[in-house]
Nanobody
Framework: QVQLVESGGGLVQAGGSLRLSCAAS????????MGWYRQALGKERELVAG???????NYADSVKGRFTISRDKAKNTVYLQMNLLKPEDTAVYYC???????????????WGQGTQVTVSS
């Protein structure tokens, strides 16, 4: 089994910053992808940022230049540094990890429990 533990959400004023973290633990053989999705009230879940095993990253257009995703391979942890936050960034943010797990021959996907980010105007 694999567990994901998220932290770092909260309430911040527009223009402020927050840093999210997500640590994966358990029977992990190799991580292919680590990323962050978000879901605002009444909207569909969307990809915010992701990083694949070779270090390449991708971002939603709405966060480019403001958010930075990074990964600590040794700790199986992914971070999302969010700067210049806007009210429209308000959402529940979910960590997503795709990995190879001991005992399974195909990649498996796990989701974090979600952390609320609220940006006030």
């Amino acid at each position: 089994q694999v567990q994901l533990v998220e932290s770092g959400g909260g309430l911040v004023q527009a223009g402020g910053s927050l840093r999210l973290s997500c640590a994966a633990s358990g029977s992990i053989l190799r991580i292919n992808f680590m990323g962050w999705y978000r879901q605002a009230l009444g909207k569909e879940r969307e990809l915010v940022a992701g990083v694949i095993s070779d270090g390449r990253t991708n971002y939603a257009d709405s966060v480019k230049g403001r958010f930075t995703i990074s990964r600590d391979k040794a700790k199986n942890t992914v971070y999302l540094q969010m700067n210049l936050l806007k009210p429209e960034d308000t959402a529940v943010y979910y960590c997503n990890v795709a990995l190879y797990e001991l005992g399974f021959s195909t990649p498996r996907t796990y989701w974090g429990q979600g952390t609320q980010v609220t940006v006030s105007s």
